[in-house]
């Protein structure tokens, strides 16, 4: 019976650890786990690595256990990498801190046009691309077909996953046409 217990307070113990934030119902109850999206009064958070969502009204507070000292901003240190696109006719540029790609953007071009297009992107920790916005600064052409199409390959590409960053990290895609 001691052991018993001793094991279950040591897996109390040990997701309250790994827990990041906690979430205080008018309840009284307190759930612990990784607050991962706000949405439409809707708070997403995972307990373990299972999505929950609860309604704003329903919450007390909200405490955040963790410091997490990187704010997701893209800072100009990032080293730039390189990986082909998934159709292997061209080669794509990223810069995203603690962030490695492992889907590439599957690409196209059905005309003649050219010229390189910047994709700012926004990743959550999971590794997906929530928002592009194409031809930021950086991209040599206003044309609308090459924009729309990098902004379409960008939704695709997958990131590692990484639940220590912040909630959002920025990046830059930089695909050359």
């Given at each position: 019976m001691?052991?018993?217990l001793?094991?279950?307070?040591?897996?109390?113990?040990?997701?309250?650890?790994?827990?990041?934030?906690?979430?205080?119902?008018?309840?009284?109850?307190k759930?612990?786990?990784?607050?991962?999206?706000l949405?439409?009064?809707e708070l997403?958070?995972y307990v373990?690595?299972?999505?929950?969502?609860?309604?704003?009204?329903d919450i007390?507070s909200?405490?955040?256990?963790?410091?997490v000292?990187?704010d997701?901003?893209?800072k100009?240190?990032t080293?730039?990498?390189?990986?082909?696109?998934?159709d292997g006719g061209y080669?794509?540029?990223?810069?995203?801190?603690?962030?490695?790609?492992?889907?590439?953007?599957r690409?196209?071009?059905?005309?003649?046009?050219?010229?390189?297009?910047?994709?700012e992107v926004?990743?959550n920790?999971?590794g997906?691309?929530?928002?592009?916005?194409?031809?930021v600064t950086?991209?040599?052409?206003?044309d609308?077909y090459?924009?729309?199409?990098?902004?379409?390959?960008?939704?695709?590409i997958?990131?590692?996953?990484?639940?220590?960053?912040?909630?959002?990290?920025?990046?830059?895609i930089?695909?050359?046409?």
């Amino acid at each position: 019976m001691i052991k018993v217990l001793i094991g279950a307070a040591m897996l109390l113990i040990s997701s309250s650890v790994m827990a990041q934030h906690s979430v205080v119902l008018k309840t009284g109850d307190k759930i612990e786990g990784v607050v991962m999206e706000l949405m439409d009064d809707e708070l997403t958070i995972y307990v373990n690595r299972q999505p929950k969502k609860i309604m704003l009204r329903d919450i007390s507070s909200i405490f955040f256990d963790e410091y997490v000292p990187y704010d997701g901003s893209l800072k100009s240190e990032t080293p730039i990498r390189k990986i082909k696109s998934a159709d292997g006719g061209y080669m794509v540029e990223y810069q995203i801190l603690d962030r490695n790609m492992i889907q590439a953007p599957r690409l196209s071009n059905a005309t003649e046009k050219r010229g390189t297009v910047v994709v700012e992107v926004i990743v959550n920790r999971s590794g997906t691309v929530l928002k592009v916005k194409s031809g930021v600064t950086g991209s040599t052409t206003s044309d609308e077909y090459l924009l729309t199409k990098a902004e379409y390959a960008c939704k695709g590409i997958k990131f590692n996953e990484y639940m220590k960053a912040p909630l959002e990290t920025k990046g830059l895609i930089t695909i050359h046409y």
